[in-house]
T-cell receptor
Framework: DAGVIQSPRHEVTEMGQEVTLRCKPI?????LFWYRQTMMRGLELLIYFNNNVPIDDSGMPEDRFSAKMPNASFSTLKIQPSEPRDSAVYFCASSRPGVLGETQYFGPGTRLLVL | QKEVEQNSGPLSVPEGAIASLNCTYSDRGSQSFFWYRQYSGKSPELIMFIYSNGDKEDGRFTAQLNKASQYVSLLIRDSQPSDSATYLC??????????????FGKGTKLSVIP
């Protein structure tokens, strides 16, 4: 299995530009998660999907952030307009829940720098 | 606000020693507990998970859970330099059918000195 795939791996953009991050979960996993990691705040859950449906987006910081999952094999996280404080590593993870929880498999991350 | 607290470290141990990593959590409804390892510049990877009070062993790793004290720990025996990484504690609460909350601590940085 290829694991969780994310693209791009690195993104440098200027303030005000639109940024789109992409994720392909592991085949057969029905949960997909978007995280943001910074030194100050650690790993924060932004939003997660179950069977392509957004379940909890309470972690999305602002209306500038949006996420979609049009099908079981693809999800996007969009930031429009981007700001310097959005600079972080964005991880996508997927899982197939067990009885009392789940194991999440993380993608390699997208390192975003907003100038 | 559900919180997961970890000592940020760095925790330095000599090679071959036991490394002890600790985590406390605030939500008594938490049901499953995870330890992830993250090497610098890499993504988190699961080491162990534990659901029940007591110890769970996997090779050199032992996870310990005490729900009454809201405390979970990870012991690494015979520490190796390759164990040097940041260890993230994660706590999960299932809130309903198909819905749960997973909260990560900020991690403890472990350095194993050769």
């Amino acid at each position: 299995d290829a694991g969780v795939i994310q693209s791009p791996r690195h993104e440098v953009t200027e303030m005000g530009q639109e940024v789109t991050l992409r994720c392909k979960p592991i085949s057969g996993h029905d949960y997909l998660f978007w995280y943001r990691q910074t030194m100050m705040r650690g790993l924060e859950l932004l939003i997660y999907f179950n069977n392509n449906v957004p379940i909890d987006d309470s972690g999305m910081p602002e209306d500038r952030f949006s996420a979609k999952m049009p099908n079981a094999s693809f999800s996007t996280l969009k930031i429009q307009p981007s700001e310097p404080r959005d600079s972080a590593v964005y991880f996508c993870a997927s899982s197939r829940p067990g009885v009392l929880g789940e194991t999440q498999y993380f993608g390699p991350g997208t390192r975003l720098l907003v100038l | 606000q559900k919180e997961v607290e970890q000592n940020s470290g760095p925790l330095s141990v000599p090679e071959g020693a036991i490394a002890s990593l600790n985590c406390t959590y605030s939500d008594r409804g938490s049901q499953s507990f995870f330890w992830y390892r993250q090497y610098s510049g890499k993504s988190p990877e699961l080491i162990m998970f534990i659901y029940s009070n007591g110890d769970k062993e996997d090779g050199r790793f032992t996870a310990q859970l005490n729900k009454a004290s809201q405390y979970v720990s990870l012991l690494i025996r015979d520490s190796q330099p390759s164990d040097s990484a940041t260890y993230l504690c994660a706590v999960n609460r299932i809130t309903g059918a198909g819905s749960y909350q997973l909260t990560f601590g900020k991690g403890t940085k472990l350095s194993v000195i050769p």
